[in-house]
């Protein structure tokens, strides 16, 4: 009896673990006046950025022209490095060639074997006339090597200044180009980040001003919770706003591989997969309907990756146990035969692979979240980023597969 109790209380254990897993992750119950509360917070921040670009504009053409000096003043500075490292190599060539004609002068007078040689030409001359001549070649010999010698070490002491210059050029150099890269950080910083959103500041204010007027426009309480008020009026309205229960989770795409995992908020907020069809048709992971279909921000001036224009985006709204959650299909080439509001099936195409956006090559990127920024999403953009959730809960996605 006790194990047939144990058993039963394992099944039932596993059975509330296996339905916590299923269930789609919960958003803190939201009122309308609590979500006008942070829409109008939200807003006066988007404000506020807007207002700090604004400023970080005016800066930017100085900045520029300050970029522009220091990379004049860079490429003078390579060239006289250039210069210098030349009077340096013919330098060398001369003190090569000093050095070896000393050699063969201090050979020829066998130095190391004292002055018997000289003395041994002087007199070996026949006539006065000859030993004057020789005594003269002698010393004009002695006088041109330590000409020579005068001259390799001036040589070499300019050549060591030329080398202490060359190294000073460089530093300087170096230092012009830490200052060039400040002043690039410097232009980019503020504004990069908060340009780099998607969507514009001006759509996000527009969009969470909409969200409230969305919900409102319904009818719900200023106390109730504003997605259970959304889902008991659409669902209860029948038609066409009325949204089906999701019945299984397929894969987007009938066969590819992933490329990049989902990493959370501050990181990678969904999938990115591709296929060796580039062009292959994407379809909804579940039933549900097309919630928005639109192009992202993405543009060669807010974004740090290469972009090949304004990507072209889908997004289906589902209804998971009585809770809406969002997925989101992002770089499409073309979008499928389809319409806002439409209800559709794991089995409708809704778009085609492609590289629109900011994309380095053909992929799909899917998110899912459990609100949306747009009209009707109930969240802001600040919110949207962090009720990502990782789509490998809800689909079964192998690093490579064959069939949906």
């Given amino acids: 009896m006790k194990n047939k109790l144990k058993f039963t209380s394992l099944i039932l254990i596993v059975a509330l673990i296996v339905s916590l897993i299923a269930l789609p992750v919960e958003t803190h119950a939201k009122t309308i006046k609590e979500f006008q509360f942070e829409v109008d917070k939200y807003t006066k921040e988007l404000e506020a950025k807007k ?80 030993m004057i001549y020789r005594i003269s070649v002698v010393e004009q010999l002695a006088d041109y090597n330590d000409k020579i010698m005068k001259e390799l070490k001036e040589l070499i002491a300019k050549n060591e200044q030329k080398q202490k210059e060359l190294a000073e050029k460089k530093k300087e150099l170096r230092k012009m180009q830490d200052d060039l890269e400040s002043e690039k950080e410097r232009i980019n910083a503020d504004s990069k980040s908060i340009r780099e959103t998607m969507p514009s500041l001006e759509e996000q204010i527009k969009s969470a001003k909409a969200n409230v007027n969305y919900y409102k426009s319904l009818g719900c309480g200023q106390n109730e919770d504003i997605q259970a008020c959304q889902y008991r009026i659409q669902q209860s309205s029948g038609g066409g706003s009325s949204i089906p229960s999701t019945n299984g989770f397929y894969r987007p795409i009938e066969y590819g591989s992933i490329t990049q995992w989902y990493s959370g908020y501050g990181g990678h907020l969904g999938v990115d997969m591709i296929s060796s069809n580039r062009s292959i048709a994407i379809y909804p992971i579940a039933s549900g309907q097309v919630f928005k279909i639109q192009y992202d921000n993405c543009n060669s001036n807010n974004c740090r990756y290469g972009c090949n224009g304004r990507a072209k985006v889908v997004k289906i709204r589902h209804n998971v146990g009585g809770r809406y959650i969002y997925s989101t299909y992002a770089h499409l080439s073309n979008y499928g035969n389809i319409r806002e509001g439409q209800i559709v099936t794991p089995f409708t195409v809704i778009g085609y692979m492609g590289n629109t956006g900011c994309s380095t090559g053909a992929h799909l990127h899917m998110e899912v979240t459990t609100c949306d920024w747009n009209s009707g999403g109930g969240c802001t953009w600040a919110t949207y980023q962090r009720s990502t959730v990782n789509p490998s809960r809800y689909v079964n996605l192998p690093s490579r597969w064959n069939n949906r």
Avoid: H, P, W
């Fill in 51 to 130: 207002a700090k670009i604004a400023t970080n504009d005016a800066e930017i053409a100085q900045i520029k022209e300050r970029i522009k000096q220091i990379e004049n003043k860079i490429a003078a500075a390579e060239e006289e490095i250039k210069a210098l490292q030349k009077e340096i190599d013919d330098s060398n060539k001369e003190i090569e060639k000093k050095n070896e004609e000393s050699k063969k002068i201090m050979e020829y007078y066998q130095i190391s074997n004292g002055n018997n040689v000289y003395l041994e030409y002087a007199f070996g001359a026949t006539t006065i006339t000859d």
